[in-house]
């Protein structure tokens, strides 16, 4: 049964930094691509990263502020945000495809204010 929980969310001061994780298990982590996903109530998730086995993908709003990585020998993914904005307020949640079918964690909450 694939299963992905996120961790690490919070409440950070605009310019602050957090590093959420991204756990797993049911599947063959390394084999997969995975994606990081942000969403605001009322609006459509927004793809802020994707880690396959040979590149990484930033959407425009974070490239150059979040890194995306992973650590295959722990079922890991990460995701480091650094100087965040107001604008990235959101709940965060990891997926993967596996076999056809997408799964993803319940998401954490990340909250950018002063």
């Known amino acids: 049964q694939v299963q992905l929980a996120e961790f690490g969310g919070g409440l950070v001061q605009p310019g602050g930094s957090l590093n959420l994780s991204c756990t797993a298990s049911g599947f063959t982590f390394s084999w997969y691509d995975l994606r990081w996903y942000r969403q605001v109530p009322g609006r459509p998730s927004e793809l802020v990263a994707e880690?396959?086995?040979?590149?990484?993908n930033y959407a425009d709003s974070v490239k150059g502020r979040f890194i995306v990585s992973r650590d295959n020998a722990k079922s890991t993914m990460f995701l480091q945000m650094n100087m965040l904005k107001p604008d990235d307020t959101a709940d965060y949640y990891c997926?993967?495809?596996?076999?056809?079918?997408?799964?993803r964690g319940q998401g954490t909450q990340v909250i950018v204010s002063s």
């Open positions: 997926s993967v495809t596996v076999a056809g079918q997408a799964y």
């Open positions: 880690i396959t086995l040979v590149k990484k």
